[in-house]
């Protein structure tokens, strides 16, 4: 039995975030179980991070938060809706937060793939190939 939902979200692709989230609320129904949205912020390259301002990860981190409670409040998710913010590469941090959590079950949306896809492999398809728990991937 599922009781616990991991919905990651992709702040680049939030138009995808409407389809996951409703597929997480619609498996529960009336039975009740946790919901957490995740975001990862990706590391800047240090290269890069030389050019940016000092706190570019902490605004990150707060603008992430607040758009996760934002779509905790517009799709009418129950109070104990758990957001996490994590940062690194969103592979490893939505295995590891799943791993960390107890998730039964991962929704994550994938696009179409391209040819790069093939060959380096898409974040959800990482997550589909490693993950201990059981996957639903939503296009």
Excluded: W
């Excluded at 039995?1 to 597929?23: C, S, W, Y």
């Excluded at 590891?96 to 959590?101: D, G, Q, V």
């Excluded at 998730?103 to 589909?128: C, E, F, R, W």
């Amino acid at each position: 039995m599922i009781k616990n939902i991991l919905v990651p979200i992709d702040m680049a692709h939030a138009e995808r975030g409407a389809t996951m989230i409703n597929q997480a609320r619609e498996m529960f129904g009336n039975k009740g179980g946790d919901i957490t949205l995740l975001h990862v912020v990706q590391e800047i390259p240090a290269y890069v991070r030389a050019e940016m301002p000092s706190d570019l990860d902490d605004k990150a981190i707060t603008d992430s938060k607040a758009h996760l409670q934002n779509l905790i409040e517009n799709y009418n998710l129950p109070e104990t809706t758990k957001i996490k913010v994590r940062q690194g590469n969103p592979f490893h941090e939505i295995l590891a937060e799943a791993k960390e959590s107890g998730t039964d079950l991962i929704v994550i949306a994938s696009h179409q793939p391209g040819i790069t896809d093939y060959l380096l492999g898409s974040v959800a398809g990482q997550v589909v190939r490693h993950s201990k728990c059981s996957v639903l991937v939503l296009r």
